[in-house]
């Protein structure tokens, strides 16, 4: 028998990003093709990149640069590069860096094993199309191998808002989601294979509408038949857009019992006039209503948050209406950015803040969500919390899992297993994790 080849994928970014690494991972499978955790050994190196953070395609150029030596060891060694910054650049990657011989953008992952095909009679092979059909279905199934205890599922793709800082509706297209049967049969197949949480993901997973078998079905909708799959225990998803909160979302956190009560609800600003420029459509008002809202259905729900400083006029008075609205809301968990530039989006063109101004003021907004983070998280202690566990710790004995909120804990009882569910009483706040000992 041959030796299978060897693949080493990079990940970059955000949680789809993930999914997407392991679905590519599993296709190639099928290419003969395992993954190995080092590029010196590869045969295949696949850099799954992001556009969201400042200067990507030009980190992606000098990370492809690094790959030179390896690939003057080994000609046989195909690089390839997928994702935003692949969708982005296009063509112009394999002009710049000709030790590329793949560039595949997000939508067309299913294309991989013909185009790995190409690049071993050596040709390039260059996909960015948004194709009409539905690359999740032609993507070979997951195998039936074991897996950990949590995974994604990503449900929903692309983006119609247009903010005017973001590139995600341009390298992930149009808006589509993914039909209720093919979701929950894959929420079947990873419970079959140990999984016991799954996060459903989408740029904009609350303005789910996939085919349902009467009409299209609302996230909601999909969360309560997810709720029906035997062996599930934890149901979350992420990333929502305020506007796309409908009424059945809000009132499903206050009675489906699988939902776990925590929501990532990214607000990016608390000044209307800068929300306004940013192409939103909501106020800070509009969200601190939803907030209550959604607090009033579940009071102990953990929010987690996004946001931008510095976006281009943002004045200082702009930027203390965001301290206010974290003030008011108090995250659990919250993600803070520094305005960059995206060429070819809205603000992009616009007067920008000075870098200088823009650093104190997400340094200021850092140490509001740190110490409300504290805050939270010292409050759970002597509660009692229900903990999936994952993995071991970095102690002998130690077992680490996340509680319904999130928050990392460790116990140091041995008795418990990866993949166990179980009650905690917390008994101490560290750092960045929870102490406690199992009930
Ligand atoms: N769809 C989500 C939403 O509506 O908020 C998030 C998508 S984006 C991948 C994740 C986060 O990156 C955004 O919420 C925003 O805070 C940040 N981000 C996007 N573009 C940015 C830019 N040009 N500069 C700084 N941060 C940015
Ligand atoms: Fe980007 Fe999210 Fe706005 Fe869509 S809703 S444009 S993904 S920030």
Not at 11 to 33: F, P
Not at 244 to 269: F, N, R, W
Request: proline share 5%; aromatic share 6%.
């Amino acid at each position: 028998m041959s030796e299978p080849k060897k693949l080493y994928i990079k990940t970059y970014g955000c949680q789809m990003n993930v999914y997407d690494s392991e679905r590519m991972s599993e296709t190639l499978g099928g290419q003969g093709y395992v993954e190995t955790q080092s590029p010196d050994d590869a045969d295949m190196i696949l850099l799954n990149t992001c556009h969201i953070r400042e200067k990507a395609a030009e980190k992606v150029y000098s990370e492809l640069g690094r790959f030179k030596g390896l690939k003057a060891e080994k000609p046989d060694l195909k690089i390839g590069v997928a994702g935003c910054v692949a969708q982005a650049e296009g063509e112009e990657i394999m002009r710049r860096q000709p030790l590329v011989d793949l560039v595949v953008g997000p939508q067309s992952y299913h294309r991989l094993p013909e185009m790995e095909a190409r690049t071993r009679e050596g040709q390039k092979a260059l996909d960015t199309d948004f194709p009409e059909e539905d690359k999740f279905e032609k993507l070979k199934n997951r195998p039936k191998a074991k897996r950990g205890p949590t995974a994604f599922l990503t449900v929903q793709e692309g983006c119609d808002k247009f903010c005017a800082f973001c590139v995600v509706p341009y390298t992930r297209g149009a808006e589509v989601s993914r039909p209720a049967d093919r979701i929950i049969r894959e929420a079947h197949d990873l419970v079959e294979r140990g999984v016991r949480e799954i996060t459903l993901l989408g740029q904009n997973v609350n303005a789910y509408h996939g085919a349902g078998a009467n009409g299209d079905m609302t996230l909601a909708g999909l969360i309560w038949e997810l709720n029906k799959v035997d062996g599930l225990e934890r149901i979350r998803f992420t990333t929502s857009h305020p506007n796309d909160m409908a009424d059945d979302l809000i009132e499903a956190h206050g009675t489906c019992e699988k939902l776990m009560p925590y929501l990532h609800l990214p607000v990016q600003s608390g000044s209307d006039r800068i929300l306004k420029r940013m192409n939103r459509s909501h106020t800070a008002e509009s969200y601190l209503r939803l907030v209550e809202r959604i607090r009033a259905a579940r009071p102990d729900i953990m929010m987690s948050g996004d946001f931008i400083v510095g976006f281009p006029e943002e004045t200082e008075e702009d930027f203390q209406a965001t301290m206010d609205l974290v003030e008011q809301v108090k995250y659990g968990y919250a993600y803070s950015f520094k305005y960059s530039t995206r060429p070819g989006t809205p603000a992009a063109e616009r007067p920008q803040v000075d870098p200088q101004a823009a650093d104190d003021r997400l340094q200021r907004l850092q140490a509001l969500i740190t110490q409300h983070q504290r805050e939270i998280q010292d409050a759970m202690v002597g509660r009692k919390v229900s903990v999936l566990f994952e993995k071991s710790g970095r102690l002998p004995g130690q077992m680490v899992g996340k509680s319904e909120y999130l928050h990392s804990v460790h116990v140091s009882e041995a008795d418990v297993a990866v993949g166990e569910l179980r009650d905690v009483r917390i008994t101490g706040s560290g750092a960045n994790s929870l102490a406690g000992t199992l009930i």
